[in-house]
């Protein structure tokens, strides 16, 4: 089972929870994506985010090697709590942590149990988002362009 994993970082904060330079529309970049064991899940995906209040909503949607498609929705603050993630059949959490104004960590848990951890990092222009995964049998560099 290959598990989603959302993004968190910034260049520049307006305010605590609500990271502005990574706001907005985001493609992913199969081709500078890499993924171990191969192949890639996802023939294309996008990542939107925006601002909403004091949180932050993440909405990716996916699209798998044979066409499936994956929505995945998360709303919750970057303080290391677990927030749930809407869109698949089971309960599966995520935890961000902000490291620094371009870094995040995050750990996925699906019933309490830790499945993956992350790190994302944004580029020093705003216009790149890499997340390293990690989990017991995968790992996963993924890039994605703002749009």
Known sequence: MVVAVSVCAVPVLLRPEAPAGWIGTWKLDVARSSYHPGPAPFIRATRRIEASGDRITIVDDQVRNRGGITH?????????????VQGVELVLTNAYRRVDAVTCELVQKIDGMVV??????????GR???????SPTATATTVYAKQ
């Open 72 to 84: 995945l929705e998360w709303t919750g603050r970057l303080d290391g709590m677990d927030y749930p």
């Open 116 to 125: 993956a951890t992350a790190r994302i990092t944004i580029s020093p222009d």
């Open 128 to 134: 790149t988002m890499t997340t390293v995964n990690q």
